[in-house]
T-cell receptor, first 113, second 116 residues
Framework: EAQVTQNPRYLITVTGKKLTVTCSQN?????MSWYRQDPGLGLRQIYY???????DKGDVPEGYKVSRKEKRNFPLILESPSPNQTSLYFC????????????FGQGTRLTVV | AQTVTQSQPEMSVQEAETVTLSCTYD???????LFWYKQPPSRQMILVIR??????QNATENRFSVNFQKAAKSFSLKISDSQLGDAAMYFC?????????????FGPGTSLSVIP
């Protein structure tokens, strides 16, 4: 089954404790992105990757890191989480840009206390 | 920079009736892509419909259709014969055709309720 898998789905952590949210896709897609969803703001792009070892900042990259060492994986790293990073996070992948459909993971609800 | 606006935070519709969700955007690009995504309570993001800016014909997918007005930078979604399963958050999204980057801009969303 074609899918994007994020883990964990729920996470509660403390300020400053490094964490990683994993994302893996099995569709051989070149493009992958991370978004955060906040009420009244919709989804905002954090980082994106257009291929292995090619990543770039989206609209809200501060406080986040990503890496793309393999085509299928695109982890999101919070080196020192803060309460303002409490949000719902989505990973997405697509075969290329343009009008191709983006496939989204199930979302990760992160709470930083 | 591109922006996407959805001016209706919440909407409601009677079952079997028709509802239109509005979306406006701002861009200086002449070609781009527009999408409507649905997010039910399960949080899953589901593509509803897509439109390429240079195509004048409005896209349709079964009960879903769009009214794309390029000059007015408007991209509304019409849902006909509304069903209980249509209740969800709906997001309008803009994607550039530029190939050197992959920027996608989402609107703030419209929460649609369907009344039995």
């Amino acid at each position: 089954e074609a899918q994007v898998t994020q883990n964990p789905r729920y996470l509660i952590t403390v300020t400053g404790k490094k964490l990683t949210v994993t994302c893996s896709q099995n569709m051989n897609h070149e493009y992958m992105s991370w978004y955060r969803q906040d009420p009244g703001l919709g989804l905002r792009q954090i980082y994106y990757s257009m291929n292995v070892e090619v990543t770039d900042k989206g609209d809200v990259p501060e406080g986040y890191k990503v890496s793309r060492k393999e085509k299928r994986n695109f982890p999101l790293i919070l080196e020192s989480p803060s309460p303002n990073q409490t949000s719902l996070y989505f990973c997405a992948s697509s075969s290329q840009g343009g009008d191709t459909e983006a496939f989204f993971g199930q979302g990760t609800r992160l709470t930083v206390v | 920079a591109q922006t996407v606006t959805q001016s209706q935070p919440e909407m409601s519709v009677q079952e079997a009736e028709t509802v239109t969700l509005s979306c406006t955007y701002d861009t200086s690009e002449s070609d781009y892509y527009l999408f409507w995504y649905k997010q039910p309570p399960s949080r899953q993001m589901i593509l509803v419909i897509r439109q390429e800016a240079y195509k004048q014909q409005n896209a349709t997918e079964n009960r879903f259709s769009v009214n794309f007005q390029k000059a007015a930078k408007s991209f509304s979604l019409k849902i006909s014969d509304s069903q209980l399963g249509d209740a969800a958050m709906y997001f309008c999204a803009y994607r550039s055709v530029e190939t050197s980057y992959d920027k996608v801009i989402f609107g703030p969303g419209t929460s649609l309720s369907v009344i039995p």
